[in-house]
Each structure stands twice: as structure tokens, then as C-alpha cells.
């Protein structure tokens, strides 16, 4: 069956505008997060969605990032005023988000985005 | 609250070399564990999982045990190929809105 899939693959924007970053998670997946992975560095946790609410925003960096879910399915995650230490890949994950095992997460192939 | 502290990279061996990755963490509970592995110019997939004390799990040849007595996961491979050159990460698990990555450790294998 069809994976998670994310658009654009990669994003170039100027600093100062806004970006909107898709993910499509697989089909029956309640839970969805996204991350961002810096050049070398781990993932950083974002924010966490449980059907269309999202119980956990902890990770938002700063209140220029948002990020809804409609439909219990695709969720856009917003950049606004870009600053170039944005750059990074957006990494959208989902699962099916009930205990135990299926904590696991399925990972797409990410969003390259980069400020300049 | 929850954390990982997995083994600092970057870590070479040579081909056929035994590997192994340590894995600590802290978490409420017992949590799922989980080794996700990020081969380059690809996204994260998972190589392997644990759901319960003294559970193995196993996948590629890499194993890890759920060591509940020593809060540990760690990873290990008998004899690791250059196809495994990649980023490793730990993940602990105590629920759905609770998923902890480790930083990472790169893996450089030497032909």
C-alpha cells in the first residue's frame, strides 16, 4: 500500500515569506507528527496530531510554525516569515497511534527546505 | 520526563567487525522500543522494535533486547557490511503522543 508522502521535496524561499509544507499520512493512521532534522543533528519534535486535534504543540519552535489536520488525513504545517534558520528537512510521520506496538512510526521521504 | 542518551557517533569499523550501539533511557512505565535507521539519501525506516521486557527483536541481522533491569536497548550486529553505513536512532515509546529520539549515531563501515 501507498507510504506516507510529503510535498514539495525541496523548497527554496526567500527569507521573510511564508511556506506550507503537505503531508499525506497512510490511510487509517490516527496519530501524525512532524519533525525537523537539521543538517547532522537528530529530530526535533514538532508537533503531534491525534485525528484532526493535536494534543501536543510543545515542539513548535515559535509562533510563526503552525500546522492543522483536516479530515483525520492531509495535514499542512505553515511557516511564516521564513528565517534562514528554518532551513532544515521537515520530516512528516503517521501511526496508528494505539498501544503497544503500533507506536510505530512510518516516516515519508521529507521536505528540504531552504531560507535564503 | 522521558529522554534517551544513545552512543555518540560517528562510529568506523571495518567489514565483519561486531557493532554495538548502546542505548539508555528514561521513561514512565514500560515503554515500546524501537531502533530506526536513516540509510543516506533516504527517510527513517524501522529496523527493529520491542514491546515487552526480555523481548529480542530482530531484523537485517541486527538484534536488540529489552532490558527492563538496566533500562537499556542496545543494538548489535556480528558482522556489519558496508551497506550498513547509516544513522541509528533510538526510540523509546511510553505512548502514542510520547516518542523520544536519540540524537543518532553515524555508522561508517570500511570495505
Known amino acids: 500500500g501507498a507510504g506516507v508522502s510529503q510535498s514539495p521535496s525541496n523548497k527554496v524561499t526567500e527569507k521573510g515569506k511564508d511556506v506550507e509544507l503537505r503531508c499525506d499520512p497512510i490511510s487509517g493512521h490516527t496519530a501524525l507528527y512532524w519533525y525537523r532534522q537539521s543538517l547532522g543533528q537528530g529530530l526535533e519534535f514538532l508537533i503531534y496530531?491525534?485525528?484532526?486535534?493535536?494534543?501536543?504543540k510543545s515542539g513548535l519552535p515559535s509562533d510563526r510554525f503552525s500546522a492543522e489536520r483536516t479530515g483525520g488525513s492531509v495535514s499542512t504545517l505553515t511557516i511564516q516569515r521564513t528565517q534562514q534558520e528554518d532551513s532544515a528537512v521537515y520530516l512528516c510521520?503517521?501511526?496508528?497511534?494505539?498501544?503497544?506496538?503500533?507506536?510505530?512510526?512510518?516516516f515519508g521521504p521529507g521536505t528540504r527546505l531552504t531560507v535564503t | 520526563g522521558d529522554s534517551v542518551t544513545q552512543m555518540e557517533g560517528p562510529v568506523t569499523l571495518s567489514e565483519e567487525a561486531f557493532l554495538t550501539i548502546n542505548c539508555t533511557y528514561t521513561?514512565?512505565?514500560?515503554?515500546?522500543l524501537f531502533w530506526y535507521v536513516q540509510y543516506p539519501g533516504e527517510g527513517l525506516q524501522l529496523l527493529l522494535k520491542?514491546?515487552?521486557?526480555?523481548d529480542k527483536g530482530s531484523n537485517k541481522g541486527f538484534e536488540a533486547t529489552y532490558r527492563k533491569e538496566t533500562t537499556s536497548f542496545h543494538l548489535e550486529k556480528g558482522s556489519v557490511q558496508v551497506s550498513d553505513s547509516a544513522v541509528y536512532f533510538c526510540?523509546?515509546?511510553?505512548?502514542?503522543?510520547?516518542?523520544?529520539f536519540g540524537s543518532g549515531t553515524r555508522l561508517s563501515i570500511r570495505p
Open positions: 510521520a503517521s501511526s496508528l497511534g494505539q498501544p503497544p506496538s503500533s507506536y510505530e512510526q512510518y
Open positions: 521513561a514512565t512505565g514500560y515503554p515500546s
Open positions: 520491542a514491546t515487552k521486557a526480555d
Open positions: 526510540a523509546p515509546s511510553s505512548s502514542a503522543s510520547k516518542i523520544i
Open positions: 496530531f491525534q485525528g484532526n486535534s493535536a494534543p501536543d
